[in-house]
């Protein structure tokens, strides 16, 4: 009988031996998977910092835990409290994301206004991986944000991002090589809006959306690595880019694509309801001849909705350096400076 005990209880401990081994190989490997991806963005001119890095949770998860990131690259920068991601001990291909407290993101390109954005109510998510630990998908959730917060501060209830990849590149051009979408809820503008604006449109804004697809091996941010994917055909499919702004609401889809000067260019078609209030908006930006040829445009290209509001199905142009409405041409576009 103290054989047969002493039998059971070897039974019952290797199996926990091998699994307390296991953890902790799987432990370390996250923590070096973690620490090389940190020194192949450090090789690739990016900064990288962070006060901490340690992964816990034995014995059923591994919860990996970085105080302080910060992360800086090609003009984009994204600093938080804390990042956590844990995933079942039997399957770390599904981790769960939680970045607690302030995140704060900044993107600054040259010719462009600086984007600022801070999540007060911090984030969650999820990231899906391969077998392989390739990423297929990466979802995120903020609330309680601000854009321009220090400069024009524009409230946001809450705000999604998804970008999803194929588990191989693609081979041509006619291939998605991400896939990206948006959805931005409970905007607020500023107070110092312009009565001009604020007066047809107000200051709030129900919903904002945008879905892309990249189209070809997605390229650097960079002009070579630019250049070689305009050059293989490489374009961006909008499919939806959705707007709407108290009367007014606003929906383009088409494609985008670089020019030989690697500014943008695009062929795309608007839908737009409340097209006079839209307009009575812009009439300060434009010259006075402007003004009278917009009002002639609408007043074509009107047609009565379902609900009897007037909507303009029209086609929208990025070229020459400037964005035309049919005919119209509504605004200069920003030089992007690579």
């Known amino acids: 009988m103290r ?37 192949a963005r450090r090789a690739e001119g990016a ?17 990996a835990t970085v105080e302080a990131p910060h992360l800086a690259m090609r003009g984009m920068e994204w600093r938080g409290v804390r990042l956590v991601a844990e995933a079942p001990a039997w399957d770390y291909r599904r981790i769960a994301l939680t970045l607690p407290g302030e995140q704060r993101a900044s993107v ?8 600022e954005l801070l999540s007060r109510g911090g984030g969650t998510g999820h990231a899906l991986l391969t077998g392989a630990g390739q990423p297929l998908e990466l979802q995120l959730g903020f609330t309680d944000l601000m854009a321009q917060p220090e400069a024009a501060p524009t409230a946001i209830a809450a705000l999604g991002v998804t970008v999803r990849q194929p588990a191989e590149p693609p081979a041509t051009h006619k291939e998605t090589g991400l896939s990206l979408a948006l959805t931005a809820t409970g905007i607020t503008l500023p107070e110092g809006l312009p009565d001009a604006v604020a007066g047809p449109l107000g200051r709030s804004i129900p919903k904002l959306e945008a879905a892309a697809r990249i189209q070809g091996r997605p390229p650097r941010i960079e002009p070579p690595s630019l250049s070689a994917w305009s050059r293989d055909g490489g374009t961006v499919e909008l499919d939806r880019l959705a707007l709407d702004w108290g009367p007014a609401a606003a929906a383009l889809n088409g494609t985008l694509a670089l020019d030989e000067a690697l500014q943008p260019q695009g062929a795309l078609s608007a839908e737009l309801r409340g097209a006079d209030k839209l307009l009575a908006a812009v009439e300060p930006q434009l010259p006075r001849n402007q003004v009278t ?3 002639t445009v609408v007043a074509m290209l009107s047609r009565p909705g379902a609900d009897g509001t ?11 350096g400037a964005l035309f409405l049919g005919p119209l041409k509504l605004m200069p576009l920003p030089r992007f400076s690579w």
């Open 47 to 63: 900064l990288v910092e962070h006060q901490g890095l340690r992964v816990e949770g034995f014995p059923f998860a591994l919860r």
């Open 310 to 320: 007037p909507v303009i199905q029209a086609p929208v142009t990025l070229q020459n």
């Open 108 to 115: 600054a390109q040259a010719g462009l206004v600086p984007l």
């Open 3 to 39: 054989r047969l005990a002493w039998a059971g209880i070897l039974l019952l401990l290797i199996p926990a031996l091998a699994w307390t081994v296991w953890w902790w190989w799987a432990a370390s490997a996250v923590e070096r998977g973690a620490l090389d991806w940190m020194e």
């Open 293 to 295: 040829l917009a009002r």
